[in-house]
């Protein structure tokens, strides 16, 4: 496991900067659906765990009192704090944390979001737990990740390209198996929705920092994948370039 936060830790360290300016991270359907579902209050203290390049943090804090954003790596929340401050956004706290292990007491935030980072996670369910214990009793968890169909050698397949390109990916999940997590947490999930969002191959790639050889492989096999892959990723070209579609699950619980 630590092994695994150390590879998330130097990937993204070196690569920060690149999710600030991502417009995926930054502009997603996702991010827009959380903040009409959720309808964040004024009076709120909200935690954004795995922030990133602070995206969420920032959709959040014209709406809250207070938004903490925590990421793992020292390098992606400098950069996320420089990106927000320049804003003018003055009621965000910056937090070291680990998402397994959460350095906040029992019930401290009306809300919880968490985006396009549980993937990244050794222990995918002692996160969703730490999400739902820092959380109030009738507060709000709003999640997003990509997915991968319940099929679990489709899936098997999915995740494998993705450690491909990022070995600090760990997995990502249907979303029956997300929806019994945050169950199994305690907390009651009130909406899901699937979202695909198409992606561009070499910024996609570029992202994170691959070499030419790397997209070779990276490119081979998503236009020679199995057919039930190709039919969840939906490979297409136009002209030179290379594109696909990911899948995403907005989610959102409620602690009782």
Partial sequence: MADTKDLVKQ?????????????????????????????????WRALDVSTGGGHTAL????????????????????????????????????????????????????????RIALHHYPDARRAIAEMVRVCKSGGLIGFTDNIVPPDKVTAGHVNHWEQLRDPSHHWEYPIPRLVAMFTDAGAAVEHTQELTKEMEFDPWADRIGANSELKVKLRQWLETAPEPVRAWLMPRRDGAQLFFTLHEVVLIARKP
Wanted: charged share 25%; net charge negative.
């Fill in 11 to 43: 990937q993204y360290g070196l690569h920060a900067e690149s999710y600030v300016t991502s417009s995926v991270h930054a502009r997603g359907e996702s991010l827009k659906r959380l903040v009409e579902l959720i309808q964040p209050q004024k009076d």
């Fill in 59 to 114: 959709a959040f804090a014209p709406y809250v009192r207070e938004v903490v954003a925590s990421d793992l790596t020292p390098e992606m929340l400098a950069a996320a704090e420089h990106f927000i401050r320049g804003q003018g956004i003055t009621n965000v706290e910056f937090r070291i944390a680990d998402a397994e292990n959460l350095p906040f007491a029992d019930g401290e935030f009306d809300l919880v979001t968490n």
